[in-house]
């Protein structure tokens, strides 16, 4: 979390009566935080409440890999006073959505300036992001709603204001369903213009209501390259991981994780060589604040694979929810994110010739609009004479997608 972070006494001893009573083993250190200078529009308060949940290594060697890759249907929720559509568009939304996909498959744009004894240690992350189609109604959308709204993304009190008006998770606060990764973007972030942004951990949230990312508008898309990925650290505290200092802003630390070395914050510096008992730091982990960072490490992804198994998250890549979400035909998962983009069908209306441009190695059906099959044909172009409206369905790489074609 990397934003303010003020927590009462009584928000303190909640947290722990809320982790005892899930019999969770963890460590949470509540500090007061730092307020540090900012370049351009780098959040301004740079240290947050840290908690440490550690996976018991047993249960980590029972981990059982289900999906060869975890979809994860995402919504945002935009809150502003004036005017929320202009301040987050869908144009933003799919930045931030390939943005996420880029950097959990361990394609950042910096990824060849890792040290050396880090690159062995890149996760390919076989998570995919996408944007989701359908609401909580089963009514199509584009995966942004938008409130009119004078709400601060405040911990806790967003909890009470942006999380309770608008949610498409089931359940209670601290406890439910996860449908959807909601992401709630406002203009003021723990007090702050410039804040950025927080989540509760899986541990402390339990895959309720409470479970998302409160997170600033300014910093996707509007802001410089670094900034773009705090919300990656973000994405991941929600899938299970602390920061790699740990729990203490001042002292050398750890995450609990083995192939993340003890460190120190250093806030926005971006450090390399010893720090804490002569080992180097991995000053390029999404999960530290040194503002250069672009990698999770192999045992980062199989915590957060683990938490993608657990009870708390995998109702959010099952196949019941991936259709519910509008992002699962009867084929396979994502085919509007990527081959719809692509997909030329032209031209459209025509004289019958039916051509199709933009991918290779494609085979396309041609029916009416009763479903009787009229014509097939692969990688090449198709003439059909007969006027009326037809439906073309192209298949490619194990995706379709289907288009109105009409025939004059």
Avoid at 61 to 67: F, I, M, P, T, Y
Avoid at 348 to 363: H, L, R, V, W, Y
Wanted: hydrophobic residues 35%; glycine residues 8%.
């Amino acid at each position: 979390m990397q934003v303010k972070n003020k927590i009462t006494r009584a928000t303190a001893v909640a947290l722990i009566y809320v982790i005892m009573r899930k019999t969770i083993i963890s460590i949470i250190v509540i500090i007061f935080c730092i307020v540090g200078k900012a370049q351009d529009l780098k959040p301004e308060v740079i240290c947050s409440t840290n908690d440490v949940y550690v996976v018991p290594k047993g249960q980590l060697a029972r981990l059982k890999v289900s999906q060869d890759t975890y979809h994860i249907p995402v919504v945002f929720h935009v809150f502003d006073p004036e005017d929320p559509q202009a301040c987050f568009t869908i144009e933003d939304a799919k930045f931030a959505i390939d943005l996420l996909n880029a950097n959990f498959s361990g394609n950042h744009r910096d990824i060849e300036n890792v040290q050396g004894t880090f690159k062995p240690l890149i996760a390919e992350c076989n998570y995919k992001f996408h944007l989701a189609k359908k609401d909580k109604y089963g009514q199509a959308f584009n995966g942004i709603t938008y409130h009119k709204k004078d709400w601060k993304g405040d911990n806790p009190g967003a909890n009470n204001t942006l999380k309770q008006y608008a949610n498409f998770n089931l359940g209670q606060n601290t406890s439910g369903t996860q449908r959807y990764l909601q992401i709630w973007l406002t203009y003021n972030v723990n007090g702050d213009d410039m804040g950025s942004g927080w989540s509760y951990l899986p541990s402390y949230d339990g895959g309720g209501k409470w479970a998302g990312i409160v997170y600033n508008y300014k910093l996707i898309n509007h802001s410089n390259e670094s900034n773009n990925d705090i919300l990656t650290h973000e994405v991941g505290h929600y899938l299970g991981l602390s920061h790699t200092f740990g729990a203490s802003y001042t002292q050398c630390g750890d995450d609990g994780i083995e192939d993340t070395p003890e460190t120190k914050c250093l806030a926005w510096k971006c450090r390399k060589g010893n720090l804490c008992n002569d080992g180097l730091v991995n000053t390029e982990n999404f999960m530290d604040y040194s503002g250069c960072t672009s990698m999770f490490t192999l045992d980062q992804k199989e915590l957060m694979t683990y938490w993608l198994e657990h009870d708390y998250r995998n109702s959010l890549w099952s196949k019941e929810n991936l259709i519910f979400t509008g992002i699962y035909d009867d084929t396979t998962v994502g085919i509007k994110d990527e081959l719809e983009e692509k997909l030329r069908v032209h031209p459209n209306p025509t004289d019958g010739q039916i051509n199709i441009t933009g991918i290779n190695e494609f085979k396309a059906e041609l029916y009416d609009l009763l479903g009787n099959k009229l014509a097939e044909f692969s990688n090449e172009s198709l003439e059909y004479q007969v006027p009326g409206m037809y439906l073309l369905k192209v298949h490619h790489k194990g995706c379709f997608v289907v288009r109105k074609i009409y025939i004059k």
